[in-house]
């Protein structure tokens, strides 16, 4: 149902109205919204009767984002799978939790002496969950070991990843996931291929060879032999279809390559998962300490770090505050749920998902947010066990307002229209040339059957709302049309000539393998944005 208030009404009365209304009027299915009597209320409802929601659930919440004053409300109270939503309360809790300086560390140390070169005890790689560490940070570390004195190592090279539990994947995330890079396991001590910082996963390379009908040309990023490359990938004819692609098999390291890519394509980037981040970093670690001198006698192990040993090197990652850049504008997955196990280890010293999880929602609490009305299971909103209410993410965003890292949370958003991947993030192909366009900050979220859109538009009016609009269970292929259709609508509400928004019928095409794969992931996901 749909309930309209005056924007200026006082928050009492206006929380009078909504509960009466909703005490009054039972609630509807998306698809056969009734009328409501004023303009942004009409607007609103003639967009939810969109038919590709017909049979499904959307709820649709926007308020004063300086009064809380309800403006429209479409069954906001409702639990549904928010997808990467879920990122809203992660990210501002680890902003209040971590802080905004907070970074990982990744250090080596010795637990004996070296003496004319050798170390004669075992040389220990620790982390703590860095998702930003790539292939050269591991071969630094290398380096001041090696600057350090040490030619040779006795003991073993032990990989300590004990910083975080050894459970890699999130309650409820789909097994048919697992081989792609936005499904990674999370590992304490994990390798990501590029600046996107896709920790647990490696990029193939696949090009083509130099004529049609020749084997195509494969490499992996960052370059190691713990990951094994196989399969019949060919040169097609200059124009062809690209159909290459390269997935993981389950449970080992065999990478499956095929298709063709095109004889005239500069080369075509797919990212794999790898199974056991941490052995990669081993042996990308290891693999290091040899190019720079360094022989381990021992072998491989796999222990925490004991007490007494001494410093030979560490690295630290960029800030939160910087960190809040891929995480949010490409709705990074894998660091949602490092800064979850973090955030575990910070306050109940577990570095686990129900740690993690319980203080992102105690967290939330404290902004407003009625915790007993809302569930979290992991960080990213992965998982098909999550539930929110536009309701309480409107609470959220309302609340965060008033912090003092707001300013760079709000600017680490997408940006709607803006086309710098960096800026606009998963919106920046969205509402372009719309009063929308450089004004709706949001975050977006969409995997099968879900889609959602949360966050702040100014209106014509100069006012800031905040929205949150959650979709579940539709049939079509994707519905971010009638999101932007919303974002747009309230981006024109209250100016003289505002117009309602129109909806479009169709979203983007589908452009990546992986997008081929599953075109209801976040653009994000598929490489598509």
Known sequence: MSVTIPRRFAAAVAGVFAAAALAAVPLTQAGSAPASTSRLGADLDRILADQRLAGGQVGLEVRDAATGDVLYEHNAQNRLLPASNAKLFTSTAAMDVLGPDYRFTTSVAANRPTNNGTLRGNLYLKGTGD?????????????????????????????????????????????????????????????????????????????????????????????????????????????????????????????????????????????????????????????????????VLGGTSYAATPAGTHALA?????????????????????????????????????????????????????????????????????????????????????????????????????????????????????????????NLHGKTGSMTAVSALSGYVTDAAGERLVFSMISNNFLPGGITSIEDAVGVTLAGYGGADARPAAVGSADPPVRTPAQRRNPDLECAWVKAC
């Open 314 to 438: 560490a690295h630290d990652s960029v800030t939160l505050t910087q960190l809040l850049t891929p995480f949010l504008k490409l709705s990074n997955n894998l660091h949602a749920e490092h800064l979850v196990k973090a955030m575990g280890e910070k306050v109940s010293g577990e570095g686990t998902w129900d740690a993690g999880t319980t203080a992102v929602l105690a967290n939330a609490a404290t902004m407003g947010v009625d915790t007993s009305q809302v569930r979290l299971v992991d960080g990213s909103g992965l998982s098909r066990a999550d539930l929110l209410t536009p309701q309480q993410i409107t609470n959220l965003l309302i609340a965060a307002r008033g912090k003092p890292w707001f300013t760079s949370w709000y600017n680490a958003l997408p940006i709607a229209g803006n086309p710098d991947r960096f800026t606009g993030g998963t919106l920046r192909n969205r509402m372009r040339n719309t009063p929308a366009a450089n």
């Open 131 to 295: 998702p930003t560490m790539l292939g050269p940070d591991y071969d630094a570390l290398a380096k001041a070991v090696a600057d350090s004195g040490v030619r040779t190592v006795a003991g073993n090279l032990v990989a300590d990843d004990t910083y975080f539990d050894e459970v890699r994947l999130a309650p409820f995330w789909a097994w048919d996931d697992e081989p792609y890079y936005y499904n990674a396991q999370i590992s304490a001590l994990t390798v990501a291929p590029d600046t996107d910082y896709d920790a647990g996963s490696v990029i193939v390379h696949i090009a083509p060879g130099a004529k049609a009908g020749d084997p195509a040309r494969v490499s992996v990023v960052p370059a190691n032999r713990y990951v094994h490359l196989v399969g019949s990938a060919t040169t097609g004819a200059p124009g062809s279809s690209d159909t290459a692609d390269a997935v993981r098999r389950h449970g080992n390291n065999i990478i499956d390559v095929s298709g063709s890519i095109p004889a005239n394509s500069t080369g075509e980037d797919i990212e794999a998962t790898v199974w056991e981040p941490t052995q990669l970093v081993a042996s990308i670690f290891r693999d290091a300490l040899r190019a720079h001198g360094v022989r």
